[in-house]
């Protein structure tokens, strides 16, 4: 049987854990504060960095260029 919606890819999630400078803490922590004035709803940081990290690379040209070409992967 053909279905037009494709079989979904895996959604298990993968737990990343980094270590980053306390000017970035910070600047995450402003950054979900104005995310709450915006939308008035709190999230936490963790929360939004996916997001924003998914946001980040859907949006860099240079990487999506880059990545078409094959040029990312070695």
């Known amino acids: 049987m053909e279905l037009k919606l494709a079989k979904l890819p895996d959604r298990t999630p993968v737990k990343l854990s980094i270590t980053i400078t306390p000017d970035l803490h910070e600047t995450l922590h402003d950054y979900a504060r104005c995310y709450a004035q915006t939308y008035g709803i709190e999230e936490p940081v963790t929360e939004l960095i996916p997001h924003m990290l998914a946001n980040f ?5 240079g990487f999506a260029k880059a990545r078409e070409k094959g040029s990312s992967r070695s």
């Open 57 to 61: 690379l859907a949006t860099d040209r």
